[in-house]
């Protein structure tokens, strides 16, 4: 879901937390709170007991490629 709100607003994002530990294999915790950051405003958005949170951060902080994951 988070893929295509942001493919809707042309944002690049990536996860973290438990998110990102879950995509790289690490755990396998699913988050009902799940954060991302991006390079557009930042805005919560909630799906029933779940919520979906974009953080406005910096691309260039970040080391390697941004991807939309």
Do not use: C, H
């Amino acid at each position: 879901m988070a893929k295509a709100i942001a493919k809707r607003v042309k944002a690049q994002i990536i996860s973290t937390g438990v998110l990102a530990l879950n995509v790289l294999g690490r755990s396998t915790l699913e988050p009902l709170n799940t954060v991302y950051l991006t390079d557009v405003s930042a805005r919560t958005i909630k799906v029933g007991k779940r919520s979906i949170k974009f953080k406005k951060d910096i691309p260039q902080k970040f080391i390697g490629n941004w991807r939309n994951k």
